[in-house]
């Protein structure tokens, strides 16, 4: 379904992106539970849209919570608290605070250098 959002998404149609990663996003909660990694993913389409929407507060709530789970998992899978530090990152540079940005950009890149 995340497919589906980002499909609709590339296309501006946010409101059927957010639906679709809300879909996506409650399959995942049934199936793995709420500290899953696949669940923070989810979470982070959602905050990709909302960011994509100028809705802010809601992206960085979003992100947090995927951050949170990720850091959890940080030695299982590295690849995904990547793109989270990524998108956080990118956010951040969104709304001009740069320092913030690079904080979050460099916390990346030792875990891409292992």
Same mark, same amino acid.
């Given at each position: 379904?995340?497919?589906?959002g980002?499909? *609709?998404? !590339? #296309?501006?149609?946010? +409101? ?6 809300? !879909? %996506? ?17 989810? #979470? ?5 849209? *909302?960011? +994509? ?6 992206? +960085?709530?979003?992100y947090?919570q ?10 299982? +899978?590295?690849?995904k608290?990547? %793109?989270?530090?990524?998108n ?5 540079? %969104?709304?001009? @605070?740069?320092? @913030?940005?690079?904080? *979050? ?7 891409? @250098? !292992?």
């Amino acid at each position: 379904m995340n497919n589906v959002g980002n499909a *609709y998404s !590339k #296309l501006g149609e946010f +409101q059927n992106a957010l639906d679709y990663h809300g !879909k %996506s996003l409650l399959a995942r909660v049934r199936e793995f539970g709420e500290t899953h990694p696949d669940y923070a993913m989810s #979470l982070m389409h959602l905050g990709n849209i *909302y960011m +994509q929407t100028n809705r802010h507060s809601d992206a +960085q709530i979003h992100y947090d919570q995927a951050l949170e789970i990720l850091l959890n998992f940080a030695n299982e +899978q590295p690849g995904k608290l990547v %793109s989270c530090y990524n998108n956080l990152g990118a956010f951040y540079l %969104s709304l001009d @605070k740069f320092r @913030k940005a690079l904080e *979050y950009l460099g916390r990346a890149l030792p875990i891409l @250098k !292992k």
